[in-house]
């Protein structure tokens, strides 16, 4: 952290933070996946609000190469799922989630964002990857429909926080896929 430029340092404060504001116990997706919301769009403005549009212009492009890393690394997770699924010998579904694999780290997305201190992939990553970033998405959805008002969003955020996990993931699902289920 000692080596990293303001906006990262901002964005790990801003993370944080998030989770003082809604924190649901024994829900990582929701908790992570809010906060790396709120992270973004509080450097986005805060960049924005000091002038500092070159900065702001880096961490806009990191922030798209992130989301295509989670979008492989999304994809590769549904295939994997879908896979788990067939009735398949134990070796043949062995030998096809290494061939995921092996494709993944060939893929140059992959190969670029990993830039080898991830290693090499695997459930674990996928899992990690995933808690973090499955349901961005859909609290960036969230915001947008509360035209960029963050106590009207933390509102939204707060009473999806009281619904029971199944209910609160399906709403969230749906703010992606377009169709508003967002409480008001």
């Known amino acids: 952290m000692l080596r990293w430029g303001d906006a990262e340092v901002a964005r790990l404060v801003f993370h944080e933070l998030a989770h003082h504001v809604v924190y649901v116990k024994g829900d990582t997706a929701f908790n992570e996946s809010f906060a790396v919301a709120v992270e973004r769009e509080g450097v986005r403005r805060w960049l924005a609000s000091t002038g500092r549009s070159s900065e702001l212009a880096k961490f806009l492009q990191t922030r798209e190469r992130e989301r295509e890393f989670a979008r492989l690394l999304e994809a590769t997770r549904s295939r994997l799922e879908a896979l788990y699924r067939m009735p398949l010998p134990p070796e043949e579904k062995r030998a096809r989630k290494r061939a995921e694999f092996?494709?993944?780290a060939a893929n140059p997305v992959y190969k670029r964002h990993a830039g080898g201190y991830l290693g090499g992939p695997n459930n674990a990553?996928?899992?990690?990857f995933a808690s973090y970033s499955q349901l961005v998405p859909a609290f960036e959805r969230t915001l947008a429909d509360a035209k960029g008002d963050l106590g009207v969003f933390y509102e939204r955020v707060r009473a999806m926080s009281k619904l029971d996990k199944d209910e609160r993931t399906r709403r969230l699902?749906?703010?992606?896929?377009?169709?508003?289920?967002?409480l008001r």
């Open 102 to 104: 092996d494709k993944l």
């Open 125 to 128: 990553l996928l899992a990690a």
């Open 173 to 182: 699902e749906a703010q992606v896929s377009g169709v508003s289920t967002t």
